[in-house]
């Protein structure tokens, strides 16, 4: 039973209402239907442990309709769905006329070019584009960006289909995008170099930065550490698709959360499983890794993790809300599927929110208020970017500019869960480690790698939920085209 005392009265529902809820829920965990993909096998050559995270824990992010400020946003839980060569498409149209003209950008490519087999790169544009345009229409995506990027180098950036179905605007790679969960390593490395500065520790119990409070009555809340909360091994519940934080999101969506709520919220539920011998998924962790990173500098989080990370990487269209927010509000994004029950069920959809596209039912997310939808993830699943900055981003942090060598061990050193260090996932691609992550919100479905053998990044982002196929799959196609290209695996 889901103990949410003291974070705000919910609003009077149904008991039919709710049991709908809950058995909505219940069915999107169990066939992953939220797809926050976190671990991927590209090819017959790969060896991976992990099986799919991430499904659905952002489930309660959204698109902002104003640059009005708003605490944070929901991150994205990670539950488990092999990766199969045969993907599942449901409920959706294959005749290529259904999708509306798109037009690939890449850098200082202009659409012009797009008929052009390939580019002095070395890149197949043309395939890119093809097997692009045939998973959107796979996984009824509205619009799709993609980013590729060998080293330093300017990302190639791609761009299909439309910002908004009622408006038919082209999406662009200067829109913003929320990325959900690939904001946790973002944190993960924010935290280390508070440690390398000697500010933190891993390992010291997280009472010495935030008191004996904290936790409230948690069970083992006296000795959590940071490695535990980076690691998914305090036993939290995976808050952002719980139930009873969803009946409770929906009744105040014009109303922030602030993070001590959402840990409260999570320290009260008490331990969902062995406390640091398990791995559990919990957005809740890096939540909490947020307020620390706050109480050891004196500093806002996105000021920490701008200085820090963004500035340093040279990063101009990355914010972390609420107290940073893009200059322009991020693209509409479109639920279905479970969702779309979950969301018809517990709050009044406007008549315009509802879509019939490739033969789903969406509802768009820009249609509600954003206070509560953008601010249930923060350090945890909150960031908003264009695709070229989150490719760059991400390499950034495993680049060795950031953090010592022996921190960035300490990060891609898998604990107690063999794919999985400190806020990162480590699996192997054509016998290369590999480092990803992803994130789910409503309604996107984002995904990135980075391959330090061959300093390639590949990230990609879908403004759906749930996508089936999910993104991976997208990315398991463009990489081996990507490593062909480059000439990559001589």
């Known amino acids: 039973m889901t103990n949410s005392s003291g974070i705000g009265q919910t609003r009077s529902a149904s008991l039919g209402v709710k049991s709908l809820w809950i058995l909505c829920l219940t069915l999107v965990l169990f066939v992953g239907a939220c797809g926050n993909d976190n671990s991927i096998d590209i090819s017959t050559t790969a060896t991976t442990q992990a099986e799919l995270r991430e499904t659905g824990a952002n489930s309660l992010e959204s698109t902002p309709t104003s640059t009005s400020a708003t605490p944070t946003q929901i991150a994205t839980t990670e539950s488990s769905s092999e990766i199969t060569d045969e993907p599942s498409i449901p409920h959706t149209k294959t005749n290529d006329e259904a999708l509306p003209e798109t037009t690939p950008s890449t850098g200082a490519i202009t659409s012009a070019d797009k008929d052009l087999q390939g580019y002095a790169s070395g890149l197949d544009i043309e395939a890119i584009h093809q097997v692009s345009r045939d998973w959107m229409v796979s996984a009824g995506a509205p619009g799709l ?42 944190t993960t490395v924010t935290v280390l170099s508070l440690v390398e500065d000697g500010l933190l520790d891993l390992d010291v ?50 109303v922030p959360i602030q993070p001590h709520e959402i840990v409260r919220f999570a320290t009260n539920y008490g331990p969902v499983a062995d406390f640091e011998s398990e791995f559990h998924y919990s957005t809740a962790g890096h939540v909490v890794a ?3 990173i706050e109480a050891a500098t004196g500093n ?67 249609s509600y208020p954003q206070e509560f939808l953008q601010t249930a993830g923060w350090t945890g699943g909150g960031m908003e970017a264009t695709i070229g900055d989150v490719s760059k981003m991400f390499r950034g942090l495993f680049a060795g500019e950031l953090i010592n060598d022996e921190l960035l061990t300490e990060m891609t050193t898998p604990s107690v869960e063999l794919d999985y260090g400190l806020g990162v996932d480590i699996q192997y691609i054509a016998d290369q480690v590999a480092y990803s992550h992803g994130g789910t919100t409503p309604a996107f479905s984002t995904r990135v790698i980075y391959i330090p053998e061959w300093d390639l990044t590949l990230a990609a982002s879908a403004n759906v939920l749930p996508a089936n196929p999910n993104i991976q799959e997208l990315l398991k196609q463009l990489i081996p085209i990507t490593t062909q290209g480059w000439d990559l695996e001589q």
């Open 300 to 366: 806002p989080a996105d000021v920490e993790i701008r200085s820090r990370i963004l500035d340093p990487l040279g990063l101009e269209n990355t914010y972390l809300p609420p107290n940073e927010l893009p200059p322009t509000p991020v693209v509409n994004s479109y639920n279905g599927g479970l969702l779309y029950t979950a969301f018809s069920s517990l709050t009044r959809v406007p008549d315009e929110a509802h879509h019939d596209y490739l033969g789903n039912q969406y509802i768009a997310t820009n």
């Open 145 to 186: 960006v993609v980013a590729i990027a060998q080293g330093d180098e300017e990302p190639w950036t791609f761009s299909w289909g439309v910002s908004d179905l009622d408006t038919a605007e082209p999406l662009s790679t200067d829109d913003y995008v929320r990325i959900g969960s690939v904001t946790k390593p973002v």
């Open 290 to 292: 947020g307020m620390v």
């Open 205 to 254: 119990p997280i009472t010495k930065y935030l008191g004996d409070n904290w936790y409230n009555t948690y069970e083992h809340g006296a000795a959590i550490t940071l490695r535990h909360l980076m690691g998914h091994t305090a036993g939290f519940v995976d808050y952002a698709f719980d139930p009873g934080f969803f009946v409770l999101g929906s009744a105040r969506l014009d």
